[in-house]
């Protein structure tokens, strides 16, 4: 397989879990930016809401993940505490992110079913 084929694959690969929007956290904050005048609007939501949760999830997983099998490096001092520090307030931050995505995707969510239903 040449290399620009296997390029292609591992970007390709990258981008599977982005099932809903290219950017879905860049459409999340543009939809919010304006109300949401019908049910439609309301799923976009409640759906870029629900990817950014999702990838928000699978980074934290990530950053668990290297942050796990890089202890040797931590150990001597190749890394820094305050880089261990900064990435410990991003998990941080990433972790609220997510937990907001999830509750604003319920409520857009439920909008949409009680419009939907009338």
Known sequence: MSASATAAKRTLRRHEHRSVAEHPMRELLRSLATPPSDDVSHQAIAENAETVMAVCQNGMAA???????SAPVIED??????????LGWLMAEIGDLSVECMQLAARHRKVAAVDEAF
């Open 63 to 69: 950053l668990g993940h290297l942050l796990a099998h």
């Open 77 to 86: 001092g190749t890394i820094g505490a305050d880089s261990l520090e900064a």
